[in-house]
C-alpha cells in the first residue's frame, strides 16, 4: 500500500515537472540597473527587469530559464526560436522591427551633465547643433552612433559612470552624455558626490524606450500578454515602485 502511494506522488510530481512551460529569455550581462551579471555570479542575471520578469513568470507550472548572453548571441538565439523572450530591445532599432514588443517596461532621458559653478546658467543648448560648440564625455563601449551629432568628438576613455563624472569635475570636457535614470541609480547606490553637478535634456532627442520582446509565435503572445497584465497590477499594488527603490530608480527627489 505504501509502496502504491508513493508511486502515486511521484508519478504527479514528474507529471508536474514535464507539464511546466519552459520560458527561455536572453538578457546582455552590462546594462546595469536593468540586467547585469556581476563578478561572484557571472551565470546569474540580475536588476530590475530580471526581478520584474520573476515576478511575472512566478507559478508552479513556469520553468523560467534565464540567460547571461552578448547582444547578438540573443537575437541569433531567438531566429532560431531557442530563446522565447529576449530583455532590454528597443522598437527604434531596425534589426527588430519584425519582432513582438510587449507594453514600454522603462524608459531612459537623455542629458547632459555639467558643472554648477562653470556654468551657473546651464550649457546654452537650443538645438543639437549647439552641442559642437562644448566638449564631451562619455563612457567606453558605448553605442554613440545612434545620436545625431558629431560622436567622434565624444572623449570615451571613462570606464563607468563614477570615472565619467570625476573626469567632469576635473574639467577633462563640458559635458557628460547620459541616461539619466541610469545615472541617478548609480548616484544613490554608490554614494556618489555630485554636489556641484547639474543637468539638462538633451536637445531635440527623445526618450529611448524599452521593452520584452519575441517572435510572432502563439507562445511569445500568451507571455507577453501576462507581462502586459503584470505591467498593470503591480504598478497598482505598489510592487513596480518597490523594484524601482531597489535599484535606485525612483523619481529624483524620492
Known sequence: MRFIFWSAMFAIMFASIANAESIRVGGTGYWSPYCYISPNEPANLQGFTVDFLKEVFNQPDDALNLAALPWKRCLVMLENNELDLVLDGSKDSPRLQKYLFSD??????NVLYYLKDRFPNGPNLKSVKDMNNYSLGGICGFYYKMFPFDVSRVQTGAKNIEIMLKKLKKHRFDLAIGFEQIVRSQIRLKG????????????GIDSFR???????????KRLLKRINSALIEMEADGRLEKLRKKYGLQDAGD
Do not use: Q, W
Open 104 to 109: 514600454e517596461i522603462y524608459h531612459l532621458d
Open 210 to 220: 524599452f521593452y520584452i520582446f519575441g517572435n510572432h509565435t502563439p507562445k511569445t
Open 192 to 203: 556618489i558626490g555630485v554636489e556641484n553637478i547639474a543637468a539638462v535634456p538633451m536637445p
